[in-house]
């Protein structure tokens, strides 16, 4: 018979997560956040306690809801990674809407890049997205 392990470190990042969204919401109730995202609010409780990851829907509307600064948001991007296993969902539709894209990515595969050759692809992208909107680049 199997046992199922639990991975602590998952069990963690679901932590911390989930009070990364409470302390995003700030003033704002857990009960409006779970309005606002179309959410029991004790699903809402489970993912804050950390019981719970939310699912790349619920996250995705969490993000939108909350807007969290860069930082904040490379922060959460990081743990639900960690815990699902994936990309966020806006980097996942980002992939999937640019044909081609899992194939360019899977070249890099078994690579780790350097800062940077990082910052080199980050200074690509952004020169196309300059292309796209005459000549402005706006982080979002």
Known sequence: MKVKTVDRNIEQYKKKLGKKISKLRGEM??????????????NLK????????????VYADIIKTLKPKPKDLEEMDTLFSLIRKTPPPDVCNIINENKGMTEVIRIIDGMILTDEQLEKLKTLFISYKKTETGGQYEQN
């Open 46 to 57: 489970y993912i804050e306690d950390g019981v719970n990851a939310p699912t790349h829907e």
């Open 29 to 42: 109730s857990q009960r409006e956040l779970a309005r606002k995202i179309d959410l029991p609010n004790s």
